[in-house]
């Protein structure tokens, strides 16, 4: 998981590089690289730090502190996609959308994995 975020945040790196080194300004690629990498690889620190902390606690403590984390992520998900989608006139498609995530987020959550 945490080799995941590396590399989803160079890449994002890589992208926002491209869009700064088409502004023109001299050495904002390899800024915003090195920004964004330093990022990525604090995110994996962290993480890894987190799972040597965290491993020995209880199933049930551990379930309610990612239940708790995954809560605060789509709050603040849907925070910032409503009234964005609001000021596009996509309201009630944008609020479909995510209803319906949501519902595949359960249903995907329940399903057995057939392994047994």
Known sequence: MGLAI??????EGLSLGAIDAASGEEGAARKTLLWTSLIGVSLFVSAMVGWFLLKGLPEPVLGSLLGL??????????GSLLPEAESHQFQQSAAIAIGLGFVLVMVLSNLETGAG
Do not use: E, H, P, Q
Request: zero cysteines; proline letters at 0%; hydrophobic letters at 55%.
């Open 6 to 11: 590396v590399l989803d945040n160079i890449s």
């Open 69 to 78: 984390g995954a809560g605060a992520m789509f709050y603040l998900t849907i």
